[in-house]
């Protein structure tokens, strides 16, 4: 089972590609994606930021 460090790691990245798609959403002007897209940012920053953590035994 991976660890915090990696849990974290991995959902930081998705915030990344989020923030990537918003761009090009906003450019395009297109509010479905952009509502979809501030839905999944919430779902994982629920998880990052959850306490306890993920992991029983945290690494950090």
Sequence with gaps: MPGEKEINV???ERLD????????AR???????LQEIEFER?????K????PPLTENSEI
């Design 27 to 33: 450019k395009a002007n297109c509010e479905p994606v």
């Design 17 to 24: 590609l989020l923030d990537r798609l918003e761009r090009v």
């Design 10 to 12: 991995n959902l930081f």
């Design 42 to 46: 919430k779902l994982i920053e629920r």
């Design 48 to 51: 990052l930021y959850q306490k």
